[in-house]
């Protein structure tokens, strides 16, 4: 069982260019989340998607964007990259039935340099 | 203010000590509570999570909530250097949508922890 995986496990990329990072989960989960990580402010939402055709916005989406065609992959997209933007990003994957807490599952992670 | 406040250590203790690992709150809707363990250049696990307050203990792991005080904990009993990793605390309220879907999580900053031997 693979779980979630995330691909590239890292990149250098020059400032302007487009990048998109992607995330395939086979546990046939709705619910699947973009984080990225920094030194100092721990763990924040970009965007999530509850199930397959929907989206929406996390804590910190500006300069990101995700689509969800299937259930399985979850892809994000730095249209026009920054260095702001270099950071460790993961994605994230929970059943997503109820209303009640659903464990959320981690990819090992994207490192991400912009230059 | 943020949110949810996690001190970053590092904290550093010899092996079979007891550790304990703390956040604060400000949100009162919060109403789960987990712990997370992430070893370096590896993405977070879930370690425990408990639904309002109280305790509730896995082998040497014990976590704790306390909401009149928005205060979270976990202790690791006889602590070992397999436990040398970042512990992040996360809370979260309701579910996105009102026919359920994902849940927002908040999350510490982090506690970095070695257990030396």
């Known amino acids: 069982i693979a779980g979630i995986t995330q691909a590239p496990t890292s990149q250098i990329l020059a400032a302007g260019r487009r990048m998109t990072l992607r995330c395939t989960q086979d546990m046939r989960h709705n619910a699947m989340y973009w984080y990225r990580q920094d030194l100092g402010l721990g763990l924040r939402l970009i965007h999530y998607?509850?199930?397959?055709?929907?989206?929406g916005k996390g804590e910190v989406p500006d300069g990101y964007s995700v689509s969800r065609a299937n259930t399985d992959d979850f892809p994000l997209t730095l249209a026009s990259a920054v260095p702001s933007q270099t950071s460790v990003y993961f994605c994230?994957?929970?059943?997503?039935?109820?209303?009640?807490?659903?464990?959320?599952?981690f990819g090992p992670g994207t490192r991400l340099t912009v230059l | 203010q943020k949110e949810v406040e996690q001190d970053p250590g590092p904290l550093s203790v010899p092996e079979g000590a007891i550790v304990s690992l703390n956040c604060t709150y400000s949100?009162?809707?919060?109403?789960?509570f987990m712990w997370y363990r992430q070893y370096s250049r590896k993405g977070p696990e879930l370690l425990m999570y408990t639904y309002s307050s109280g305790n509730k203990e896995d082998g040497r792991f014990t976590a704790q909530v306390d909401k009149s005080s928005k205060y979270i904990s976990l202790f690791i009993r006889d602590s070992q250097p397999s436990d040398s990793a970042t512990y992040l605390c996360a809370m979260s309220a309701l579910s996105f949508g009102r026919g359920g879907g994902g849940n927002k999580l908040t999350f510490g900053t982090g506690t970095q922890l070695k257990v030396e031997l």
């Open positions: 949100n009162s809707a919060f109403q789960y």
């Open positions: 998607s509850n199930t397959a055709g929907t989206t």
């Open positions: 994230a994957s929970s059943v997503g039935k109820g209303q009640q807490y659903n464990e959320q599952f």
